[in-house]
């Protein structure tokens, strides 16, 4: 199975803050990778698919990159509704696996 | 408008067995694999299982092999999920998903039906 281990596991910053999480998978998944963000007591919501392409509807600060084994998140600046947990996830190859999740909240 | 509503789950004795449900609308269904994820009481996402478009192909996550049976009726734009010997550590919240296979993400996402193991 293909682990995805994510870095922070949490993440204290402010509104405004530029914010970056790394996403690293334990073998090459090509650019197979997504990031969703959820909310408390809520489903999560598709951000970028295909490792860099952002999901209709999704606000332009928010971007990724990376293929291989590497890939990040970045939100350019930090607004209050994004604090939440973020999670990458390979649909790479069976069984799908998700990352453990950053917690981001308020400094 | 892509819409999704689970149903079914519950409170259910280990050893016992639950059927979710996924009413699907908004899109055309049969077009699309469906999936379910799982999110065990503050924990992370887990992927549970995948049914292909046409209801055929199907892949489980190993902690749910040979319990857990999907299924799908494209007549009815709905997705089931049979959970059989339930375990403690089955309890979570059941989220359905579109997509899963072709190495596309979950798009859309339902808002979750609660799973609840115990004696």
């Known amino acids: 199975d293909i682990q995805l281990t994510q870095s922070p596991s949490f993440l204290s910053a402010s509104v405004g803050d530029r914010v970056t999480i790394t996403c690293r998978a334990s073998?090459?998944?090509?650019?197979?990778l997504a990031w969703y963000q959820q909310k408390p007591g809520k489903a999560p919501t598709l951000l970028i698919y295909?490792?860099?392409t952002l999901q209709s509807g999704v606000p332009s600060g928010f971007s990724g990159s990376g293929s291989g084994t590497e890939f990040t998140l970045t939100i350019s600046s930090l607004q209050p509704e994004d604090f939440a947990t973020y999670y990458c996830q390979h649909v790479n190859s069976f069984p799908l696996t998700f990352g453990q999740g950053t917690k981001v909240e308020i400094k | 408008e892509v819409q999704l509503v689970e149903s079914g789950g519950g409170l259910v004795q280990p050893g016992g067995s639950l059927r979710l449900s996924c009413a699907a609308s908004?899109?055309?269904?049969?077009?699309?694999?469906m999936s379910w994820v799982r999110q065990a009481p503050g924990k992370g996402l887990e992927w549970v299982s995948v049914i292909g478009g046409g209801g055929i192909e199907t892949q489980y996550a190993g902690s749910v092999k040979g319990r857990f049976t999907i299924s799908r009726d494209n007549s009815k734009n709905t997705v089931h999920l049979q959970l059989n010997s339930l375990r403690a550590e089955d309890t979570a919240v059941y989220y359905c998903a579109k997509g899963g296979d072709s190495h596309l993400p979950f798009d859309y996402w339902g808002q979750g039906t609660v799973v609840t193991v115990s004696s």
């Open positions: 295909g490792a860099s």
């Open positions: 908004g899109f055309t269904f049969s077009d699309y694999a």
């Open positions: 073998q090459d998944i090509s650019s197979y």
